[in-house]
Each structure stands twice: as C-alpha cells, then as structure tokens.
C-alpha cells in the first residue's frame, strides 16, 4: 500500500512483551499530507483503489476534505496493519472491510471472526494511524495544544497531574504531561470492551515505572477503572511516549470481557 508505513518496528518486540508474553501486534501509519496533497479529483479514485462499495458510500458522505482525508487515512493504516498481522501476502484491499460497532469501535469484518485480529485507530495532526492486535487492544494519538488545560478537568485530577509529573523527566512540558494522560486514558477507554464505553474521569493513574517516554523506552503507566463489575481487568498497563511531536498511548489486554 503505497500510502501507508511501518511504524516503530524495532520497538515491537519489547512492546508485545510488556503486555503479554502472547501478545502479537502491527502498527501502520499514513501521513495525512500525502492524502491531502491529492487534487480533489484523484481522491475518489485512491478512495474507490482501497476501500469496498459500502466503505467507499461512507466516506463519500463528508463533506469536508480535512474529515475525508483522516477517515480514509485512519482506514488505510487499519488495512495496513491487519493485512501485516495476518501475514497476508496478495491483498485485495477491497476485502478487508472494517465496520463499526455500535458503540464506534472499529472492527475487521470477515467471514472467520476468530481469525480476526482486534483494532484501533487515531488520528491528530500530521498523521492517522492504526493498531491490529490478537487482544483487545487500544491505540490513540495526540498532537500537544496549550487548550488542553481548559479541559483537563474534564480528565484528570491534581493526584493523577503530580504523578505525571513525577514519572517524566523535567525536560516535558506540562502541556505534554497532560496530552499523554489524556492519550492514555483514550487507549484505555478504546481498548477496554465494556458498554457504555468508560468515561474518561472512571479511568484513574495509579503508578508508572519504567521509561523516559521515547519509544525505545517507553513510559508504562498502570490504571484502574471504577468499572471493575462490568468485566473490566483489576489493572490496565498502558505505554506512552513521544515521537515527532506526537503523544502515543498504546495497550493491549489478554483475556477481558468482551461486554
């Protein structure tokens, strides 16, 4: 797929193992410059290239270039991975058809739903991107913005902002500090399969270890959910950094209760 790249390869492995020694993953980026640089009459027929009939009806309903571009790129990036977990050689891209759940997750639609890896999807600024993975598994990117501190109320708590503090080391900004909880919490809340889906003041830090927030060495962060009864796990490990001005949070579950 000529729009779409590997990410983070050399940091896989060590990634996989940190969720679980079971854990496979694949990570596909499209930077949404290549999508938005097309002329308005190629970019049907990239779409039409990629996507199946009701894919393309979807995408063809926006009406604003910006929202097309991130749909078909977080779409492509999504093909990308599932076709690399599924270690598919010739890939009609037509056929791998992802649907949404009702609630808005992400599934690849097949006819061997066992065989189907998990995905998840997120897009900021310059880039979409894509996680396939063989457990639950949540993916979110973040583009640091200084309006994020209007808002953090709405996810986080002082105890929850000191500890970020503490985990990193100085040279991150506070507006950094907070774009990677925030990014954190969205991985969390995409990967934990629980209906309504967590709100994002029910996922609460407890610790971190490990890392400086590169991706090479990642921060691992530990949350919790007020949702324990509804099948959510005791404790959720999250990784987190930093690459091209992009907060990445990323995590993978074994054996969690579907909803």
């Known amino acids: 797929m000529a729009f779409t790249q590997a990410v983070f390869e050399e940091c896989r492995p060590s990634w996989q193992s940190s969720f679980s020694p079971q854990a496979r993953l694949r990570l596909g980026a499209v930077p949404l410059s290549v999508l938005a640089d097309c002329p308005d009459l190629e970019l049907p027929e990239v779409a039409r290239q990629y996507l199946s009939a009701n894919e393309l009806e979807h995408w063809a309903g926006f009406s604003r270039k910006k929202r097309c571009v991130e749909w078909l790129g977080g779409r492509l990036a999504a093909k990308w991975a599932c076709a690399k977990f599924l270690n598919k050689g010739t890939v009609h891209w037509q056929d791998l058809v992802i649907r949404n759940e009702e609630d808005g997750r992400p599934y690849l639609n097949t006819e061997a739903p ?42 986080t708590s002082p105890e929850e902002e000191s500890l970020m503090k503490d985990f ?48 090479e060495e990642p921060l691992k962060l530990t949350c919790v959910s007020g949702r324990e009864q509804d099948g959510c796990p005791p404790a959720i490990t999250v990784l987190c950094f930093f690459a091209d001005n992009l907060a990445w949070a990323m995590g993978c579950l074994q054996n969690i209760s579907q909803g």
Request: hydrophobic share 45%.
């Open 114 to 155: 066992t065989m189907a890896p998990f995905i998840s999807i997120s897009h900021s600024g310059p880039l979409a991107a894509a996680m396939a993975a063989n457990f639950p598994c949540g993916l979110d990117i973040q583009l640091p913005n200084a309006k994020i501190h209007t808002v953090k109320k709405c996810f």
């Open 168 to 215: 990193l080391p100085e040279s991150f900004t506070e507006t950094e500090r907070l774009t990677m909880l925030w990014a954190a919490k969205e991985a969390v809340r995409k990967m934990v399969r629980v209906s309504p889906l967590l709100g994002l003041l029910e996922i609460r830090l407890i610790a971190g270890h490990g890392g400086c927030g590169v991706p």
